[in-house]
């Protein structure tokens, strides 16, 4: 089972030939920028399952000092994926297609969440990052 996205105009495209992994939404106020929104809502992929499918040449991408980056669709500007070093490590749920059979796990740095935010009940949140469960 193949899971599948695109960007607000279409004109990019990816597949994933796996599943998402630990979907988080992050209240940060860099997330909030970033996604242009109240929060990011994202999950983790394994790079090598992750490719593109069309409109490669249009990525325009965001890289912080640490080279963790973001690729968003310069014509339409979508956010698609996050990156690390050039790796597409983690996809926007925003631009996944359909049903991904993966539901938010937990809320992320609720503590700098925005003012006029209210987060739903009913789901693991932290002030930060979560404890490591390893
Ligand atoms: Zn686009
Ligand atoms: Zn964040």
């Not at 495209?13 to 242009?36: E, P």
């Not at 999950?43 to 990525?59: I, K, M, P, T």
């Amino acid at each position: 089972m193949a899971i599948s996205g695109s960007c607000f105009c279409g004109e990019i495209k990816y597949k994933i030939n796996g599943t998402l992994i630990d979907a988080t939404s992050c209240h940060c106020s860099m997330c909030r920028k970033a996604f242009s929104s109240q929060a990011s809502a994202f999950a983790r992929v394994n790079s090598d399952e992750f490719s593109w499918l069309s409109g490669e040449n249009l990525l325009s991408t965001y890289e912080s000092k640490t080279g963790v980056g973001i690729q968003f669709c310069s014509k339409c500007g979508s956010t698609l994926c996050g990156t690390n070093k050039g790796k597409v490590m983690g996809v926007t749920l925003g631009c996944v297609e359909g049903d991904p059979e993966i539901k938010i796990g937990k809320h992320i740095f609720v503590g700098s969440k925005a003012s006029w935010e209210t987060i739903p009940d009913g789901i693991p949140q932290y002030e930060e990052w979560p404890p490591k469960n390893t």
